[in-house]
C-alpha cells in the first residue's frame, strides 16, 4: 500500500503541449505539496494545499495549475509546456505543515522535447 | 529569504567510516529535515528536528538553533548509506508551509 503515489513515473511530450500529473496519499493527512526537482538535483517548492486550500503559491508561472478535489489528492496541470518545464515533480504530504514528517511520492520525470 | 548550505557537497568514504554533514541557514526557522536521496530517485524523510538531538538506528541528527547549524552523522557507513542528503528548513518568514532546501550532498561509500 503505497502511501503517497504519482502518476505517470515518466512523461515525454512535445513543447507547446498540456499535460496532467495525478497525486494521491492514503496516509489521511491534510497538507500536500508539490516540488520540483532540477537538473542539478535542486529541489524547490511550488505549491501547499492545506485541505484543499492554496497556501503557498511559489511564484510558479500561470501555465501551472494545481487541482485539489478532496484533500487526498493534489493533481497538477500544465499548459503550453516548455523545455524549461523538463525536471522531476515530487507529490509530498504532511499531516498539518512542515513540522510534521514529510512524505514524499516516487516522483514522475517529466521530459519536454 | 532563507539560505541554506551543506557541505561538503561531494563525500567519499571507505565503509566503516564516521560520517557528518553539515547544514547551515540564514534565518531563524522552526523546523529541519534531514532527507535521503536514492540513486533511484526516491526521497525518504530521516529526520524532523526542531532543538536538541534524534538517533535512529546509525543514523544521529543535532540542531543548535542560536548557530543556526545542525549535523547528520552516519556512524559505522555502508555502501548503502550511499545516496544524497538534503538539508529542508521551514518556519523563515512566517510561513509554516514551505520548505527551503540545501543543493545536497553526495555520499559515496566504498566497500
Known amino acids: 500500500d503505497t502511501a503517497v503515489s504519482q502518476t505517470p513515473k515518466y512523461l515525454v511530450t512535445q513543447m507547446g503541449n498540456d499535460k496532467s500529473i495525478k497525486c494521491e496519499q492514503n496516509?489521511?493527512?491534510?497538507?500536500m505539496y508539490w516540488y520540483k526537482q532540477d537538473s542539478k538535483k535542486f529541489l524547490k517548492i511550488m505549491f501547499s494545499y492545506n485541505n484543499k486550500e492554496l497556501i503557498i503559491n511559489e511564484t510558479v508561472p500561470n501555465r501551472f495549475s494545481p487541482k485539489s478535489p478532496d484533500k487526498a489528492h493534489l493533481n497538477l496541470h500544465i499548459n503550453s509546456l516548455e523545455l524549461g518545464d523538463s525536471a522531476v515533480y515530487f507529490c509530498a504530504s504532511s499531516q498539518l505543515d512542515f513540522t510534521d514528517t514529510q512524505y514524499f511520492g516516487p516522483g514522475t520525470r517529466l521530459t519536454v522535447l | 529569504k532563507n539560505e541554506v548550505e551543506q557541505s561538503p557537497q561531494n563525500l567519499t568514504a571507505q565503509e566503516g567510516e564516521f560520517i557528518t554533514i553539515n547544514c547551515s541557514y540564514s534565518v531563524g526557522i522552526s523546523a529541519l529535515h534531514w532527507l535521503q536521496q536514492h540513486p533511484g530517485g526516491g526521497i525518504v524523510s530521516l529526520f524532523m528536528l526542531s532543538s536538541g538531538k534524534k538517533k535512529h538506528g546509525r543514523l544521529i541528527a543535532t540542531i543548535n538553533i542560536q548557530e543556526k547549524h545542525s549535523s547528520l552523522h552516519i556512524t559505522a557507513s555502508h555502501p548503502r548509506d550511499s545516496a544524497v542528503y538534503i538539508c529542508?528548513?521551514?518556519?523563515?518568514?512566517?510561513?509554516?508551509?514551505?520548505?527551503?532546501f540545501g543543493k545536497g550532498t553526495l555520499l559515496t561509500v566504498n566497500p
Open positions: 496516509l489521511g493527512h491534510d497538507t
Open positions: 529542508a528548513v521551514g518556519g523563515s518568514g512566517g510561513s509554516n508551509y514551505k520548505l527551503t
